[in-house]
């Protein structure tokens, strides 16, 4: 039974009239966020690396709500010149964006680089995100009460960067380590970006899905036995997301995740990550990095 004090989407207010991209939303917690805001009357891209896996998505949400007005449009956020592609075309057709929500991401693979060299997880959980937001700010700056959002994870625990070897050459490979920097990576970022944009009225906020059933898991084979008994449903695990996406008393820098034990399971409320990711030094190193990297520097006006 749902207390009446959780907060549910039913605490999401009508979206007529924004503009919101949701990354990796063909399937998951991306999926749920994409679905739950077209059916409160958003107008919600797509952005994915598969396009015919965004058109079933769309075709799924359209066939419930046959007034959903939603757009597919691709983006390989492992691939720098994908996303200033996306990014070219989203700055041509729009004159405003309202919500940037982070989600995509990639979850303890067998070791790869992306087209650009960079260790897979890092490269497009954080770099590809990082170069995403800084060229579509100026766009979200045009806009009154705009707001982004990244997807991290309570895995943000395992990381520790090691500046020296971003893409795992000279050391063992461990997947949840990586995982792991990429997501206190993602915690860095909302902490510096949020500091970048305090005079420019956009909010800039984080959340965490605890644990939730996704498709991301599909590397593990733990995971997918123990999602039976212990995982959230995606329409659940959503929620931290849109409460960051939408809530009206949010601060930028505020952390949203699921209220239970451990933050695996529950209805979203503020959290608090690590003391490692509140650390300002760092994220004015991975920052500085990460414009090194993806060779975009940060010009809001």
Known sequence: ???????????????????????????????????????????????????????????KIMSKNSKADVRVMKIDLSDLSSIKDFADEINQKFEKLDLLINNAGVMIPPYSKTKDGFELQFGTNHLGHFALTLQLLNLIERTPNSRIVNVASSAHKYGNINFGDLSWENRKYKAWRAYGDSKIANLYFTKELAKRLVDKKILVTAAHPGWTATDLQRHSGFFEFANKFFAMPTEQGALPTLRAATDKNAKSGDYFGPDGWQEWKGFPVLVQPNALAKNDAIAQKLWKVSEELTKIKFEAN
């Open 1 to 59: 039974m749902i207390n009446k004090n959780n907060w549910t989407a039913e605490n999401i207010p009508d979206q007529s009239g924004k503009i919101i991209i949701v990354t990796g939303s063909s399937s998951g917690i991306g999926y749920e966020a994409a679905r739950v805001l077209a059916n409160k009357n958003a107008k919600v891209i797509i952005a994915v690396r598969n396009f015919k896996k965004g058109e079933n998505a769309k075709a």
